[in-house]
């Protein structure tokens, strides 16, 4: 848990320092969460942020870390800096994640995703525009979007088939165990039956037949 909560403050500091396309994008680690914001003036402002917390994402079950994060996305006034965060924006996602937790994903605000099918819908002869709807998936459970981190865009769109069916079998022998672990345990169970469920589902990236 140490190394990981390690690892979570230098991924933090790490993107926060950053200049370019994250300048603008500020990473704090309390505990065990991770808090991002970005200004909504930002062109990079809901896609950056979706595209970032995607690779985040993967990379902790994807790795040997093997860890599962859930979260919200929202938008809203904060105040992020030299490690204070407060404001309406941080209030709501910290209670979305509350209301919406338990699964082992990140939910987008219902009014971004509808703001964001207005924008899309304005696409029109730039159909090739990277988009956020390219990083997130409707939950056919309850209509809510999510943080689509196994389907293979962005970062790990770079790497080679081999390595991402690599991953991808390491990623199924976890659930597996996982399911097995905590078969006695309903509270954690449901969220690896969930996620089994969601790794099935995203078989169709990867032309598998389930």
């Not at 909560?5 to 994008?25: C, E, H, M, P, R």
């Not at 996305?73 to 209670?95: E, W």
């Amino acid at each position: 848990i140490g190394t990981l909560l390690y690892s979570i403050k230098a991924t933090a500091d790490n993107f926060s320092n950053a200049g370019g396309v994250l300048q603008n994008f500020k990473l704090t680690s309390v505990s065990d969460a991770i808090i991002v914001t970005v200004p909504f003036h930002d062109p990079m402002c809901a896609t950056g942020l979706v595209q970032l917390l995607h690779n985040i994402q993967y990379e902790l079950i994807a790795t040997n870390f093997k860890s599962l994060i859930r979260g919200y996305i929202s938008r809203g006034p904060v105040y992020h800096k030299n490690g204070l965060l407060f404001g309406a924006g941080y209030c709501d996602a910290y209670a979305g994640e509350k209301d919406f937790g338990g699964a082992p994903r990140i939910v987008i605000s219902p009014d971004i995703i509808e703001d964001a099918k207005r924008v899309v819908s304005s696409y029109s002869g730039r159909e090739k525009m990277v988009s956020l709807f390219d990083f997130i998936r409707e939950d056919s459970s309850d209509g809510f979007y999510f943080v689509d981190y196994l389907k293979p865009v962005g970062v790990p769109a770079l790497l080679t088939k081999e390595e991402l069916i690599k991953e991808r079998n390491s990623i199924k022998t976890f659930i597996v165990s996982c399911l097995d672990k905590y078969k006695r345990n309903y509270s954690i169970w449901q969220k690896y039956k969930w996620l089994e469920n969601y790794f099935k589902d995203s078989s169709q990236y990867f032309g598998e037949g389930s």
